[in-house]
């Protein structure tokens, strides 16, 4: 399996083509939203209805000015009423994805798939009052609803910094419970702290984390506050810390371990909410749970090359011993009557927004959820545990976001994935078939890219560009120029310097060439067989970093090589970039990672053969 740093340094390295700069303020959907079809006042009959907690059978909704005001067996539809014909089908109230991370398209990619309403547990603080703007609105919308922690509660270089936005962090001498009101002051609807050291991992490098006591503060001021304390935890041992201090839910279930007697008692004996996320878990097993997702007729038509992209990736292979602990920790949980909240995690690799909760729904009943309660755990659960009182059910006096499917998902939890219809309060969403994918540029006859042989750093196709970790925050630096002395005593080779710096989880520093005439824009390669090139340096371990797929921001696929004294002919077998599309290649970077210092090396004559 690749190891989780790497992952992460890798998804970081997304910034390069615009991951980063898509999360800061200012990206998400700030302005109010777009009115979608008009007509907020229409009755549905003939559909199964599940209310958010229980089948009320085949029965008549009537929706007035965007409210449900009537749910009956027997309610007759007013005269004149516009009516919907719900034969066949069943009636769920807007799905609600307890768990994700949301910016550029992420709502309205949620509201396609059904999922009306959103809890954010991470991101730019500066949006949030556009948040509740927009969700106070009742006109139409074809954008989810988003509840947001801002920024998660984290220490410099933690976990949660690393996203290329900025992050107000707790040092050693920071008091806390100042700096969750401050956090509250900017509108945080709960709090999200971060208990992250990557022990779940067995990596060689600890993250920096927060402390007990900071935990336990933090979780104390979230309370003197009214807000949900929500515990990011990856071990057994932290999500003890955290019930222990009274967190009121856990995002994530931990990894390491299957729960134990003690958790699972503290946990249902202090009604602690938990957010599995299986389906980011399941990535990790890279057993392509994404990918098939994907190629569901019921989702592939309404993805976009972005969500495609992200779920035909993963975090690696862990020959899936992982998500069979989580799902073991859920069906003991679950079992003993701790509230399950359905959260994809999205957009982590092999996720997508709004796709990824149908698949968490099936992760769930295959841990022992009925269809019935892991429907519950997105809808009417996730909306009591955080208190809102107006959506996640079907009833009269709350909003009318609805979500109508094919077949009956009481009996077959995916179909929910064959949705018919959507309505935002009580307006319909248009679901708009993504685009096509932009097609991929014909590949040049020539293997060469460029001997570095010439007046300028140039390519025989595409171009050369330098990439760091400041695109997302970081401090690292990096040169590249021209040097006299190639390999096999050529004229030059092109020489990288620079250095790795602290101030980032997950540096990068090096060079990277995109192939076709607009940066990152898909090439067809898919006749090559190897990427060879000449290198020489100061003896350290680099990576080759593949990006490609149907996305410019799909995770890369890395090998590994070493840049020694003397001139080495490197040949890295194009099959061996792991899940890479190569009908579709977008950039080739070659960077400097762990560990941080100054690094050098020189690469000639790089052929794409």
Not at 270 to 276: A, D, E, Q
Not at 506 to 522: D, E, K, L, N
Request: aromatic share 6%; no cysteine; glycine share 10%.
């Amino acid at each position: 399996m690749k190891n989780w740093p790497e992952a992460v340094a890798a998804v970081a390295l997304l910034a390069v083509v615009g991951l980063a700069v898509a999360m800061r303020p200012g990206t998400a959907a700030e302005a109010l939203p777009k009115p979608a079809t008009s007509g907020s006042t229409f009755a549905i009959t003939g559909a199964r209805v599940f209310d958010g907690e229980r089948d009320l059978g085949i029965s008549t909704v009537i929706v007035r000015d965007g409210n449900i005001e009537t749910v009956a067996v027997d309610a007759a539809v007013p005269q004149g009423m516009a009516v919907i014909d719900g034969a066949g089908k069943t009636l769920l109230p807007g799905l609600i994805d307890a768990h994700v991370h949301a910016w550029g398209d992420a709502q309205r990619d949620m509201a396609r798939f059904g999922v009306t309403t959103g809890f954010d547990l991470h991101g730019a603080s500066e949006r949030l009052p556009a948040l509740h703007a927009q969700r106070e609105a009742r006109g139409g919308s074809d954008q989810a609803d988003l509840w947001a922690a801002g920024a998660a509660i984290t220490v410099p270089g933690g976990h949660g910094t690393q996203y290329g936005f900025p992050v107000p962090t707790v040092a050693a001498d920071t008091d806390v419970d100042a700096f969750i009101g401050a956090r509250v002051d900017e509108g945080a609807d709960f709090i999200k702290i971060i208990i992250e050291d990557l022990s779940a991992y067995a990596v060689a490098r600890a993250l920096p984390t927060l402390t007990p006591a900071q935990v336990e503060a933090a979780i104390t001021a979230a309370h003197a506050r009214e807000r949900l304390a929500i515990a990011h935890v990856s071990t057994l041992r932290d999500a003890h810390r955290a019930v222990d201090f009274g967190s009121d839910g856990l995002a994530h279930v931990f990894t390491d371990a299957v729960a134990d007697d003690a958790l699972v008692t503290a946990m249902r004996d202090g009604k602690v909410f938990i957010m599995p996320t299986l389906s980011v878990i399941a990535s990790m097993a890279g057993s392509g749970e994404g990918r098939a997702l994907a190629a569901d007729p019921r989702i592939k038509p309404y993805l976009t090359a972005e969500q495609a992209g992200n779920l035909a990736n993963d975090f690696g292979s862990d020959n899936g011993e992982r998500l069979q602990r989580a799902t073991d920790s859920v069906r003991r949980l679950h079992a003993a009557g701790v509230d399950i909240l359905a959260g994809s995690d999205a957009p982590n690799p092999g996720t997508a927004q709004g796709a990824s909760l149908h698949h968490e729904l099936a992760l769930l009943v295959s841990a022992g959820l009925t269809p019935a309660q892991a429907l519950a755990s997105a809808t009417s659960l996730p909306a009591k545990r955080f208190g809102i009182a107006d959506r996640g059910r079907i009833a009269a006096g709350l909003r009318a976001d609805l979500v109508l499917v094919e077949g009956n998902p009481l009996q077959d939890i995916t179909a929910t994935r064959a949705i018919a219809m959507v309505w935002k309060n009580g307006f319909r969403i248009v679901r708009e078939v993504a685009a096509s994918t932009t097609a991929a540029q014909v590949a040049p006859a020539h293997s060469l890219v460029s001997d570095f042989d010439g007046a300028a750093i140039s390519a025989s196709f595409g171009s050369w560009q330098p990439t760091t970790d400041q695109m997302a925050g970081g401090a690292s630096v990096v040169q590249h120029a021209l040097a006299e002395g190639g390999a096999g005593g050529s004229r030059a080779a092109l020489r990288v310097t620079g250095e790795v710096k602290p101030g980032f989880p997950f540096p990068w520093s090096g060079v990277m060439f995109m192939p076709a005439a607009q940066a990152m824009a898909p090439m067809d390669m898919s006749a090559r067989q190897e990427l060879v090139f000449q290198v020489r340096g100061d003896g350290r371990s680099y990576n080759a970093m593949l990006f490609s797929g149907p996305s410019a921001q799909s995770m890369p696929s890395m090998q590994a090589f070493v840049a020694g004294p003397a001139w080495t002919e490197v040949r890295l077998p194009l099959s061996g970039f792991r899940g890479a599309d190569l009908s579709q290649l977008r950039g080739i970077a070659f960077t400097a990672g762990q560990p941080q210092g100054a690094f050098e090396f020189r690469i000639d004559h790089v052929e794409l053969r």
